[in-house]
DNA sequence: AATGCCATGTAACCGGTTACATGATTTA
DNA sequence: TAAATCATGTAACCGGTTACATGGCATT
């Protein structure tokens, strides 16, 4: 139940069409929200029969035409609604800790290589956002926006920071295994 | 793709019942992936059906039965293809990180009291992991088995280490925020 | 006229979630 | 013997994923 939430953000910073939402899916929402463009106009559809949001009246619309759509009122409500409502936070799911695990029993053969490529790809997502960062918040942002932005842009390279370094450690533990084991 | 993983790890850990596997997937392995027992019958169905799995002989199987099972060489051979095959980072996906999207359009009105629950949340989980390596690893622990697993605990150390000190940033932000936006 | 890209969709599938059902065993 | 609990399931739904379809427009 998020997407169309995600969907009614990035209509109000933005009118849009199906393919401009997916472009921008694919960078900034799209950071800590992907979707793709099936999912996209799939819940359009839904957002726009449930009177949340309305295609702009600017063009006509016709199969391979751009519609743009605006948010409806109700679309602004039900997105102050659910961003206040208490929401548990989900519990952590992560491949690569269940296959170190199951390392753990019946061996890490393989699985080093693995690391390091998991390494390189973390360590260029922290590079990409810490350029971001540099190009949209110089020392001394101000709006309300801007610091809530950059606080959303930090947990992000938080996050990866974290991965790796703890990707580099789980690389030295491996170095001093058993062989093979 | 990783559920029948994550139950082949954990019967090759110990061969066991249905809801001796549920009782499992509550801690241990699932705190970092977790299942229903409904999810867990359904897929011992089908690693049984597919040869990866068998049921222990030495009970008749009926409804209401405990049923336990055993890893097969097929299941083994399965588990080691998967834990050294090459798998991409799942691209992140956080509500609350939405939530702090929408509220720079609309206002923060009503957030902020979660933001604090959510850090109340994470404060506990960090203490339950840290108690967990009190107990279980003790400096100088050793097996390969154990340094992997430690491997584990400390990536949700790290983690909750990493949301409890982001969020306690964000509330400092929210703190200092123009009033009501 | 053919090719390829832009833009919007439809359909089938798959894993996780929620609600409910049923048989066996223990306890009041 | 009724109620509660243990243990194993079935069924319906829902969001995300993958594959495919179709109409319009631009280029060659």
Redesign the interface.
């Given at each position: 139940m998020?997407l169309p939430?995600?969907i009614?953000?990035a209509l109000?910073?933005k009118p849009s069409s199906g393919l401009e939402l997916t472009r921008r899916f694919d960078r900034s929402?799209?950071?800590?929200?992907?979707a793709t463009h099936q999912q996209i106009y799939r819940e359009l559809g839904r957002l726009e029969r449930e009177g949340l949001i309305r295609a702009l009246p600017s063009e006509q619309p016709a199969r391979g035409q751009r519609k743009s759509y605006e948010v409806l009122p109700a679309g602004?409500a039900e997105?102050?609604r659910?961003?206040?409502?208490?929401?548990?936070?989900?519990?952590?799911?992560?491949?690569?800790?269940?296959?170190?695990?199951?390392?753990?029993?019946?061996?890490?053969?393989?699985?080093e290589?693995?690391l390091r490529?998991?390494l390189q790809?973390?360590e260029r997502q922290l590079a990409e956002y810490r350029e971001i960062e540099r190009r949209d918040f110089p020392p001394g942002s101000d709006s309300?926006?801007d610091?809530?932005?950059h606080?959303?842009l930090?947990?992000?390279i938080?996050?990866e920071t974290?991965?790796t370094?703890?990707l580099r450690?789980?690389l030295e533990?491996f170095a001093?295994?058993?062989d093979g084991?």
């Open positions: 998020s939430h995600a009614l953000t109000l910073e929402i799209g950071y800590f929200w992907s602004r997105l102050s659910w961003t206040a409502a208490s929401q548990d936070p989900k519990p952590l799911r992560d491949t690569l800790l269940l296959r170190l695990r199951a390392a753990a029993v019946i061996g890490t053969a393989g699985l290589d693995d490529r998991h790809l973390h309300a926006q610091r809530l932005h606080l959303i930090r947990a992000g938080d996050l974290f991965w370094r703890w450690h789980a533990e001093d295994l058993p084991s």
